[in-house]
């Protein structure tokens, strides 16, 4: 038995436990007190467990999938590990999207919205890739650092746009990355995340080949121009989505599939379900951290994320110039 192969045996068994007890607790803690004879007996604590705990960790469960799927294909489409769509302006563009449609349409549907956001976000990635083509040096910090600058000129504008629009106090609501407004009817959108994930576990050994570069790619008798447009739509779609129903959650994308890589290698159709699972278990941990140690006030869960994201960037870019 190898090494990796005990590693695993030991290491996802109990990422998989980990994870339910966290969706366990997350239906079970808030303000309002809910047990699992109460849930049974009591028809306020039943309402309050279908209404909005179950919602709001089904918002959880499809967010994490959603960034932390988007994140492993946003670094193999650019081949850099310090990729993901809060480094690379995907999320930015979302919310210029958003932005947008609350200036045009202030009254416009959810769906709408999504439209839009995901529109943005679609463009925006495409922007990106266009200026990574222009950039002569690739080197692991510079395509980040690319995308970090065009999401901060993105993110301004929007800031600029907002305040000009008299949309600041809006803006911020929506994209506080928190889940506390989560109920009934208003999650359901995040579904698409679902699909996508699918998507790229259907098209995980083609994504696998792409992440070699457009020569190799071709050279293998892939379309790398299909897998790009299939692979940014995706990301787009899952950053509209989450940017509007949830608001913005850094760093998760970078810091799931990272690890996961380091247990599992770089077998996308192997480390996907497992990349997923280990987002889901970062966002509900990091959730229920805001939702715990203020009580009964909350902290955004894109808050605690952020925190924890921040610092293993840091590490991680002190690992790769070790390396080098």
Same mark, same amino acid.
């Given at each position: $038995? ?18 339910? @007890? ?14 699992? *004879?109460g849930v049974l007996t009591d028809p306020a604590q039943r309402e309050m467990l279908l209404v909005s705990r179950v919602p709001r960790?089904?918002?959880? !469960? ?11 294909? &946003? ?7 310090? !990729? ?6 995907? *999320? ?18 959810? /769906?709408?919205? $999504? !439209?839009? =956001? ?5 463009? %925006? #990635?495409?922007?990106?890739?266009? $200026? +990574? ?11 980040? /650092?690319?995308?970090? &600058? ?14 000009? #629009? ?26 698409? =995340? ?8 259907? &098209? ?5 080949? =792409?992440? @070699? ?6 050279? /293998? %008798? !892939?379309?790398?121009? +299909? ?24 760093? +998760? ?24 699972i280990a987002g889901v278990a970062l966002l509900l941990a990091c959730d229920l951290i805001g939702r715990t140690v203020v009580a009964? $006030? ?6 605690? &994320? ?10 991680? /870019? ?7």
């Amino acid at each position: $038995m190898t090494v990796r192969s005990a590693r695993e045996r030991r290491l996802l068994p109990a990422l998989a436990g980990a994870t339910a @007890l966290l969706v366990v607790a997350s239906l079970l803690v808030g303000g309002f007190e809910l047990s699992l *004879t109460g849930v049974l007996t009591d028809p306020a604590q039943r309402e309050m467990l279908l209404v909005s705990r179950v919602p709001r960790t089904l918002a959880l !469960v499809f967010a994490g999938v959603a960034m932390s799927v988007s994140g492993v294909v &946003m670094q193999l489409l650019t081949q850099n590990r310090f !990729v993901e769509p809060t480094t690379a302006g995907t *999320t930015q563009w979302a919310g210029l999207g958003m932005l947008a449609i609350l200036i045009a349409w202030p009254d416009a549907p959810i /769906l709408v919205r $999504m !439209v839009f =956001a995901t529109a943005a976000a679609f463009a %925006g #990635t495409l922007v990106f890739l266009a $200026m +990574l083509r222009r950039v002569r040096t690739r080197g692991p910090l510079i395509v980040p /650092l690319v995308g970090i &600058m065009l999401g901060a000129i993105v993110g301004g504008i929007t800031q600029f746009l907002a305040a000009r #629009t008299d949309l600041l106090q809006s803006m911020a609501a929506w994209s506080s990355g928190g889940f506390s407004g989560i109920v009934q009817g208003f999650y359901e959108p995040l579904w698409a =995340a679902a699909l996508v994930a699918v998507v790229v576990w259907i &098209m995980a050994d083609r994504f696998t080949i =792409a992440g @070699l570069g457009e020569g190799i790619a071709t050279n /293998l %008798g !892939v379309d790398y121009r +299909l897998i790009t447009l299939v692979g940014v739509s995706g990301v787009a779609l899952c950053s509209g989505v989450t940017s509007v129903v949830v608001g913005f959650i850094p760093f +998760l994308g970078l810091v799931v599939p990272n690890v996961m890589r380091l247990v599992l290698g770089d077998d996308l159709r192997r480390s996907l379900p497992w990349i997923a699972i280990a987002g889901v278990a970062l966002l509900l941990a990091c959730d229920l951290i805001g939702r715990t140690v203020v009580a009964p $006030m909350e902290i955004p869960a894109s808050v605690i &994320m952020g925190a924890v994201g921040a610092v293993a960037f840091v590490g991680l /870019l002190l690992q790769g110039r070790q390396r080098a």
